[in-house]
């Protein structure tokens, strides 16, 4: 017998007008009643792991105790392998496809302790088609672990090192310049960075924006309001990275910025000659 969980936390790329998200829920109460679901997300945009991986990422150190049941997973029906892993000295079980989704939550919740292919189907339910997992797979294992199903018995142990690794790009410097990329549009527009405020010189207050041929200039503030109208802004974001913003307006949509974006940034003196600068920043497609 293993641990009984009571929560599971969904995140998918399902969305709500499908009755994908209902059925899951329903196969989970059906079979584990007394636990609670939590939506995450079910905006993740189709197909898009990485977005998935990131989203997971964010806010996996918030999410209660349980089990995480995460699909992104455009090769569903293939050979790809649908795994379980455990985190946090058994707090937690991650369920979803070993193509990414997981890895860099994993690695945020301090590294596996164990994980499993799910090959034993007898914890499944019978499936008209290999096309949805999520109802098929993973949500009757999510159920089985909240029901005190041990780890061991949903399949064939892994080794977590060779699960497939998430993409989560790194800033490089070249010179003075910073180059870093665009993780995530939230829905206000604000354009989350991958570049921590530390990477930026000591002292710097101001950065200069560079899109295409565009050369613009942002500013340091400290919060989304502190922005002045007609003001680019730089702000530290709820996770702790820099976000390009602008006040009450989507900076991704008038700066014309999207996720994966690369932008470079250079230290730059502001017009107050105040700091070591701020940083031009270059954003290419």
Request: with cysteine; proline share 6%.
């Amino acid at each position: 017998m293993g641990t009984r969980y009571d929560t599971v936390s969904l995140l998918t790329d399902y969305g709500t007008a499908d009755e994908f998200v209902g059925v899951i829920k329903s196969v989970l109460r059906e079979l584990a009643p007394h636990a609670v679901t939590i939506d995450l997300t079910h905006e993740i945009p189709p197909h898009d792991v990485r977005a998935g991986s990131l989203a997971l990422a964010r806010c996996i150190q918030y999410v209660a105790p349980g089990v995480v049941l995460a699909v992104v997973d455009p090769g569903v029906g293939t050979d790809r392998r649908a795994v379980a892993v455990e985190v946090a000295g058994g707090a937690g079980v991650l369920l979803g496809p070993d193509n990414g989704l997981l890895a860099p939550a994993v690695q945020m919740a301090g590294g596996a302790d164990r994980a499993v292919a799910l090959t034993n189907t007898e914890h499944h339910l019978e499936a008209p088609g290999a096309t949805f997992a999520g109802r098929d797979v993973f949500a009757p294992v999510a159920a089985q672990l909240c029901n005190g199903t041990d780890l061991s018995e949903l399949g064939e142990a892994i080794d977590p090192h060779g699960m497939v690794p998430g993409l989560l790009p790194i800033t490089r410097t070249e010179g003075d310049d910073l180059l870093a990329e665009v993780l995530w549009v939230d829905r206000f527009g604000n354009v989350q960075l991958n570049v921590d405020p530390d990477e930026l010189p000591a002292g710097t207050t101001h950065v200069r924006l560079r899109i295409g041929e565009q050369v613009r200039t942002a500013r340091l503030r400290p919060a989304y309001a502190a922005i002045a109208a007609g003001e680019i802004g730089l702000v530290v974001d709820s996770y702790g990275l820099l976000s390009i913003a602008l006040d009450r307006r989507p900076a991704a949509a008038e700066l014309g910025l999207a996720a994966g974006d690369q932008v470079v940034l250079t230290a730059h003196e502001g017009p107050e000659g105040r700091g070591a600068g701020a940083v031009p920043v270059t954003f290419r497609r």
